[in-house]
C-alpha cells in the first residue's frame, strides 16, 4: 500500500560547484531525519552518500548518490506544546523527500544531467565565500533546460571570508534577477549563531552537539532594521505575481505570512521566482529550515500536472500522450542511470511518472520495443539497498537485473506503450589510449570497458583502425583517471594510459557535390553502387542530419540504409586528420543503379567515396575545444598568470575581485592547458588555483596549428 499521498513526495537535488558543501547538506538532511544516526564528514572519509572508495580518498563526489528519508516542519513541532501534538502534527504533516546528491566537478556533469531530468525541484548550494563560481553557472543552466524550480542555499557563511551580501549579488547578477532573500544570517565567520527568518519575522538558533534543538526567538535589534527592509523587498516581489498580493500591496494592506507562502511557493514553481536561504551545514546550522523550504516551496509530482506535463509520443503513431502522476494511471518509467553493484549485477534507476511498477511483472522497453521482467526492486539508500513489492507515480528507486535497458529508455505497461523524451548527453572532450598489461588482462578489459560504458553515457569506447590500439574519451582527465582507477579496482584489470590527447572534431565550411561510383567485376557477379552527395554546413552542434532527395526509383529504396550507413562511416573517418566530422547536413539526390551487380556493400562504399570528396570540396576544416577557465590568484601574480594565459591562446573575459584575491575569467583552449596546474603554482609561489574547467564551445583550429596536428605534432 501507497504511504504518503503524491502531494506529499517531493524529489530534489542537491547541486552545486564543486566544494561548496553539497555533500555535507546531504549528510546533515540524513541526520536530522533520523535516516543515519552519526553525521558522515567529508573531510574524514565517512560520508554517506560519498561511498565509493575513490570519492572517499579524493573528498569529492563522483557519482550521484540516491536516498529517501522523512520531515516535517521543525517550525511546527518547535511550537508544539508536548508529544500528543508533535505526534498529531506528524501525522498531517509529514513528508517523503527523495534526495539525490550529485557531483560538483565539470567531469561528472553527466550525473547532474539524467538526475535533474528525473527531479521535480533542485536546492543550489554556494559557498559562502566564493559566491557563483563557473560549474554553479553550468548546473544552473542545466536546471533551466529541464525547467527545474529551485532554491538557494548561501552555505559556508560560518568560514573567514563569508559574505551573505557578496554571494547573493553574484547570484541576482550573474544567475537570475528572480533571486529573493527569505533568510538572513545573524553574525558571520566565527561569530555566526543563526539566521532571520524574514517571512515569519523570528530568529532562530541551533544549540545541542549538533545543533539539534532549534530555538525561536525575536530578531536581534541590531539586524532589526536590515530585516525590515529585506522583507519589504521580498514582499514586493511575491506581491508582483499574485494580483490578490498586488492589490492588499499597493492599498497598503497587510499580507499574511500565510499568504506571503502560498503566494512564494506558486511564483517558485513557475519558476518566477528563487529563494535564498543561508546557513552553515558544517556548524550544523539552517539545515533544518533549509527542509522546512524545501516543503513550502518546492514541487510535489501532482504540480507537474499543470507546469510540466508528463509528455511521450505513441511509438506506433507517433501522436503526443499525455500521462498524469496517479496510481491508475497506465504505468510510465524513465531508466535514469545504469550501474554495475558489485552484490547484486546491474542495477537501474528509474523514476515512476504514472502506475505501479509490481514485482514480478512484465513491462515494455518502448524505446527498444523489448520486454523485461521486474525481478527485484530496490529503493537506495546511497549504496544501501531496501527491497520492495511496488513502486508508485512519484518513487525514485532501482530495478536489479534488467537485460536490455539502458540509459534514458522508457519503460511503461504492454498495453499502453509511450516513448518519453531521451536525455542528451555532451560529447567527450579528451582521449587516452590504453592497453592491458597481459594477456590476462586482454579479454578482462573488454567486459570493464563495456560495463563502464554503459553506466556512464559520456564515456566513449573505440578502437583505432591503423594501430589496432583501444582510445578511451570521456570529459576530463579526472574522469579518465577515475574509469582506470574502477578497471582496476572493481574488475581486476590492470592497463597501461598513454598521453592524454584531445578530441577535435572536423566540419566543412562551405557547400559542395561530389560523386561516388563503385564498379568492380571480378568474373561471376560484380559489385555495382553509384550516387551523387551534396554536404551542407550546419550551425555548430546540430550534428549530423541525413536527406533523402531520391525520387522514382533512381535508387531502389532497399538500398538507401546503406548509403546513410555509409555516410556515417566516413564522418566518423573524417578527411582533414581523420577526426569525426560533425555539423553536416549530406543530402542523396542522385545515382544509378545495376539490375544484377548492385549490393548494399557497393553503395555503402560509394556514400563513403563520395562524402569523402564532398567534404574536402566544401572546405572541411578542424574544431578544438575551448574550455572555461577561471583562475585565482593573490594581485601581485595577476600579471604573470594573465600573460602565461594570453601565451596560451587564451582570451581573457573578465577580472574581478574576491575578498583579497584577483580573479581572471578565460576562454582557452583544452590542447592548451595540458600541464597547467603546475605552471600556475609556479609562477604563484604556490598560491594560485583554478577551479575544474568546463567546455564552452567548439571552435575553428588556426592554420598553422591545423598542421601540426596534421603532423602529429600536438
Not at 575513490?54 to 521543525?74: D, H, K, L, M, Y
Not at 535564498?276 to 539545515?287: D, I
Not at 563495456?450 to 583501444?470: A, H, I, Q, W, Y
Not at 568492380?520 to 552542434?541: M, N, P, T
Amino acid at each position: 500500500m501507497r504511504q504518503y499521498p503524491p502531494e506529499k513526495y517531493r524529489n530534489i537535488g542537491i547541486i552545486a560547484h564543486i566544494d561548496a558543501g553539497k555533500t555535507t547538506v546531504s549528510e546533515r538532511v540524513l541526520f536530522y531525519t533520523g535516516i543515519s544516526h552519526k553525521i558522515g564528514e567529508v573531510h574524514e572519509g565517512e560520508a554517506v552518500m560519498d561511498w565509493m572508495e575513490q570519492e572517499r580518498e579524493r573528498g569529492i563526489t563522483i557519482t550521484a548518490a540516491a536516498t529517501n528519508c522523512f520531515w516535517t516542519p521543525v517550525r511546527l513541532l518547535s511550537r508544539a506544546a508536548d508529544e500528543n501534538e508533535r505526534q498529531k502534527i506528524r501525522s498531517e504533516k509529514e513528508h517523503r523527500i527523495n534526495v539525490i546528491d550529485t557531483p560538483g566537478h565539470v567531469d561528472f556533469t553527466v550525473e547532474v544531467e539524467r538526475s535533474l531530468r528525473v527531479l521535480d525541484g533542485g536546492v543550489v548550494v554556494f559557498d559562502g565565500v566564493a559566491g557563483v563560481e563557473p560549474q554553479s553557472e553550468t548546473v544552473w543552466h542545466q536546471a533551466d533546460k529541464y525547467k527545474v524550480p529551485r532554491m538557494c542555499f548561501i552555505n559556508k557563511l560560518d568560514r573567514m571570508g563569508a559574505s551573505f551580501e557578496n554571494s547573493f549579488r553574484s547570484i541576482y547578477e550573474r544567475l537570475t534577477p528572480n533571486a529573493v532573500a527569505i533568510q538572513l544570517p545573524i553574525g558571520l565567520e566565527a561569530n555566526f549563531e543563526g539566521v532571520v527568518d524574514l517571512i515569519e519575522r523570528k530568529a532562530y538558533y541551533f544549540e545541542g552537539e549538533r545543533g539539534e534543538k532549534v530555538l525561536e526567538k525575536e530578531i536581534p535589534e541590531n539586524l532589526a532594521s536590515d530585516a525590515e527592509k529585506y522583507r519589504a523587498k521580498l514582499v514586493e516581489k511575491i506581491s508582483e505575481f499574485n494580483e490578490d498580493l498586488l492589490s492588499k500591496y499597493l492599498n497598503g494592506e497587510e499580507i499574511s505570512i500565510d499568504e506571503l507562502r502560498a503566494g512564494l511557493r506558486s511564483a517558485t514553481l513557475k519558476n518566477q521566482l528563487v529563494p535564498v536561504l543561508c546557513g552553515s551545514a558544517l556548524k550544523n546550522k539552517a539545515v533544518q529550515l533549509l527542509l522546512d523550504a524545501v516543503l513550502d516551496y518546492l514541487p510535489s509530482p501532482m504540480d507537474l500536472i499543470e507546469l510540466k506535463p508528463i509528455k511521450g509520443i505513441d511509438p506506433k503513431s507517433g501522436a503526443e500522450i499525455i500521462r498524469n502522476p496517479s496510481d491508475s494511471e497506465p504505468l510510465t518509467a524513465l531508466a535514469f542511470k545504469i550501474a554495475t553493484d558489485p552484490f547484486v549485477g546491474s542495477l537501474t534507476y528509474f523514476r515512476v511518472y504514472s502506475g505501479v511498477l509490481k514485482k514480478g511483472t512484465y513491462v515494455l522497453n518502448s524505446s527498444k520495443n523489448d520486454q523485461e521482467r521486474i525481478g527485484r526492486i530496490v529503493r537506495m539508500h546511497a549504496n544501501k539497498r531496501e527491497e520492495v513489492d511496488e513502486m508508485y507515480a512519484g518513487d525514485l528507486g532501482a530495478i536489479v537485473g534488467l537485460k536490455n535497458t539502458s540509459t534514458g529508455d522508457t519503460l511503461c505497461d504492454p498495453t499502453s506503450p509511450i516513448i518519453l523524451d531521451k536525455i542528451t548527453f555532451p560529447e567527450p572532450v579528451i582521449s587516452v589510449r590504453i592497453e592491458p598489461k597481459t594477456k590476462a588482462d586482454q579479454e578482462k578489459m573488454g567486459i570493464a570497458l563495456r560495463k563502464l560504458s554503459d553506466e556512464d553515457p559520456t564515456f566513449r569506447v573505440s578502437g583505432d583502425m591503423e594501430t589496432g590500439e583501444t582510445i578511451i574519451s570521456g570529459m576530463g582527465e579526472l574522469h579518465l583517471d577515475i574509469l582506470v582507477d574502477r578497471m582496476k579496482r572493481e574488475f581486476g584489470v590492470e592497463a597501461n594510459v598513454g598521453r592524454p590527447q584531445v578530441a577535435y572534431k572536423e566540419t566543412i565550411k562551405g557547400e559542395a557535390e561530389a560523386e561516388g561510383k563503385y564498379i568492380r567485376q571480378s568474373g561471376g557477379r560484380g559489385q555495382y553502387g553509384h550516387v551523387w552527395l551534396r554536404a551542407k554546413s550546419l550551425e555548430r552542434g546540430k550534428g549530423f542530419v541525413f536527406v533523402n532527395q531520391i525520387k522514382g526509383g533512381v535508387i531502389p529504396q532497399e538500398f538507401i540504409p546503406a548509403v546513410e550507413k555509409g555516410v556515417k562511416e566516413a564522418l566518423d573517418k573524417g578527411v582533414v586528420a581523420g577526426y569525426t566530422l560533425t555539423d553536416i547536413e549530406v543530402t542523396l539526390y542522385d545515382g544509378s543503379y545495376h539490375d544484377v551487380d548492385s549490393s548494399e556493400i557497393a553503395f555503402k562504399i560509394a556514400a563513403s567515396m563520395a562524402l569523402s570528396e564532398a567534404a574536402r570540396r566544401a572546405k572541411a576544416v578542424l574544431l578544438e575545444p575551448i574550455m572555461k577557465v577561471q583562475v585565482i590568484v593573490p594581485p601581485e601574480f595577476f600579471g604573470d598568470a594573465s600573460g602565461d594565459l594570453n601565451s596560451r591562446r587564451g582570451k581573457i573575459e573578465n577580472m574581478s575581485d574576491r575578498a583579497n584575491m584577483k580573479v581572471i575569467d578565460s576562454k582557452v583552449p583544452l590542447a592548451e592547458m595540458f600541464g597547467y596546474a603546475t605552471k600556475l603554482r609556479s609562477i604563484t609561489q604556490g598560491r594560485g588555483s583554478f577551479p575544474p574547467m568546463e567546455l564552452s564551445h567548439y571552435e575553428e583550429v588556426p592554420n598553422n596549428i591545423t598542421q601540426q596536428i596534421i603532423e602529429g605534432k600536438k
